[in-house]
């Protein structure tokens, strides 16, 4: 037992190969590291704000996760830090529980994605329906685009908990009393990003955008609320508590947050495989470096990581080869707040609101929602109530509802291709008059497919009306698997046909499934009459001497 554990330990943590692609092209790696943190600066300075907890909340965040994640994530080319997709989840949780509730859920999240590590779940994240996926990344989209409302118009943000109501009363507020320079600064930054990112996708437009409008607030005297103060520096380790009561009401949002921690994170792992050359991330030692950035990142006043997509791709494509590339830009990171902490406080929300703006039109595809609308019916169901889900009532509920239904249409479909054939009896050893007989009272049917609860109680309807025959062959070769359900509705079947007088003939079934039947008593008195034959010759030659024994009258 010690000695799997230390065998499973020794595979999660950093490699002896992690330290030899650190040697191949350092300067390298340095010089995308610096990239990947200018363009950064701005992205966590504004998913801190728009958390709750302030932007020092998500320079914490992609200082600590950052570093640790780069240190001892199963890929070498992730960059982890705050994301859009957690501050959904956040908002409430702050709304509810303060700052200690936001740093409780991601140290409990941590626990799980180190546990889901160790237990090699990386490998099963994939399985998610991409309707699911598409469908929580475009409300999420609507969602932090609804949450910039109040800063991009330059109004405070009402107290509400669903952020279609924060957004609408910001509306209604600044209609009572409207300024210009908010919502210009705002679409400005974001304009400069999109328009910027089509020419030049690697230079950093969100950072030149919050450079050029924080010197317009300065210069211009512009009514633009800053950020605020922040500190020089990380905040001393810390980690309040909360009653257990409140812990439980926050599983929901410990569960979210390891799921999304876990679904970005590997996907973004996928990504970055792609654009990459001979790159192979680990799933498992991935999920166990996000689990110890997200026990780290609490301790410092950090909100919940995870690896992002979009910084991620920017240190791929600056041509990062190694996880130093991602430890430079947590250092810089700390560099910046260290030496600029009194500049970076006067950068207005309005300019960070536009910087999430242009990054949430970036994040939906638009092509790949019409083709998975187009794709299926029941693609196009799961893609909308997921999407719908998630913008009017939270994430949590989308995703649970979004996979519920995925799950059911997907179970739906393989119900639909189990069937219940009957076979022809036409030997051609028998006589024409032996072929009649068989053919009046015989018949054999062939189950093809699962039998499950899905499609279980369709096959007792349609066996259920076999009529005119003395004897019944179920012919179970190529069922391919038999659940509780499954053997209980066949038991139900073959006695309802016994109790008519129809004598039930089983061949061709596996030794697995037999023994599901036999727990559960479905066929045991079938086997113990000898009525189970190992293949379809042997049940048919019992069933045809039955039926010449004791013919039934024409």
Request: with cysteine; aromatic share 6%.
């Amino acid at each position: 037992m010690a000695d799997s554990v230390k065998t499973r330990l020794r595979a999660l943590l950093p490699q002896r190969s992690d330290l030899d692609a650190l040697r191949r092209d350092p300067r390298r790696d340095l010089l995308a590291g610096l990239t990947v943190a200018v363009v950064a600066l701005p992205l966590a300075l504004a998913f801190g704000a728009t958390s709750g907890l302030g932007a020092e909340a998500g320079i914490a965040t992609a200082v600590v996760a950052g570093a640790v994640a780069a240190i001892f994530g199963g890929s070498n080319l992730q960059v982890s830090g705050p994301t859009g997709a957690m501050t959904v989840v956040l908002v409430p949780v702050v709304h509810q529980f303060g700052a200690t509730g936001v740093l409780f859920v991601g140290f409990l999240a941590g626990l799980l994605l180190i546990a889901l590590g160790w237990a090699g779940m990386g490998r099963y994240v994939r399985f998610l329906p991409a309707p699911v996926v598409e469908g929580f990344t475009a409300g999420i989209a609507v969602v932090i685009a609804l949450q910039q409302v109040p800063a991009a118009l330059g109004v405070k943000a009402g107290d509400q908990e669903r952020v279609w109501a924060v957004a609408f009363q910001a509306v209604k507020d600044y209609v009572a009393d409207p300024a210009l320079a908010p919502p210009l600064v705002a679409l400005a930054v974001c304009f400069l990003m999109l328009a910027g990112a089509r020419r030049r996708p690697v230079f950093p437009f969100s950072l030149l955008g919050v450079v050029l409008a924080t010197v317009a607030s300065a210069v211009f005297g512009l009514d633009l609320a800053p950020i605020g103060d922040l500190p020089a520096g990380l905040p001393a380790p810390s980690l309040g508590f909360i009653d257990f009561g409140s812990v439980t009401q926050l599983l929901p949002a410990v569960v979210a947050v390891t799921a999304l921690a876990a679904l970005e994170s590997l996907l973004s792992a996928t990504v970055a495989d792609g654009m990459s050359v001979g790159e192979q991330h680990d799933p498992d030692r991935e999920l166990f470096g996000q689990g110890l950035a997200n026990l780290a990142a609490p301790v410092f006043g950090g909100i919940p990581a995870t690896a992002a997509i979009a910084r991620t791709a920017v240190n791929v494509r600056a041509g990062a080869g190694s996880k130093l590339a991602a430890l430079t830009h947590a250092l810089i990171l700390l560099a910046i707040i260290l030496v600029a902490a009194p500049l970076v406080s006067k950068i207005p929300l309005a300019a960070l609101a536009g910087v999430l703006l242009a990054t949430t039109v970036r994040m939906v595809e638009v092509g790949s929602l019409r083709a998975m609308a187009r794709a299926t019916r029941g693609d196009a169901m799961v893609l909308v109530l997921t999407f719908a889900i998630t913008v009017i009532f939270d994430l949590v509920a989308a995703v649970v509802v979004g996979l519920g239904v995925a799950i059911v249409i997907a179970l739906r479909s393989v119900a639909q291709s189990a069937s219940l054939e009957e076979v022809p009896l036409d030997h051609a050893d028998h006589s024409r008059e032996e072929r009649e007989l068989l053919s009046q009272h015989i018949v054999a049917y062939r189950l093809d497919g699962p039998l499950f609860f899905a499609a279980a109680h369709q096959f007792l309807l349609e066996l259920a009306e076999v009529a005119d025959v003395r004897v019944v062959i179920l012919r179970m070769a190529r069922v391919s698997t038999i659940d509780a359900t499954g053997a209980q509705v066949l038991g139900d079947a073959i006695g309802k046909l016994e109790q008519r007088g129809i004598v039930v003939l089983i061949s061709g079934i596996s030794e697995d499934h037999s023994d599901v039947l036999d727990r559960l008593g479905a066929a045991s008195h079938l086997r113990d009459s000898g009525r189970v034959f190992g293949d379809t010759p042997s049940a048919i030659r019992y069933a045809r001497n039955l039926a010449l024994a004791d013919p039934i009258p024409a």
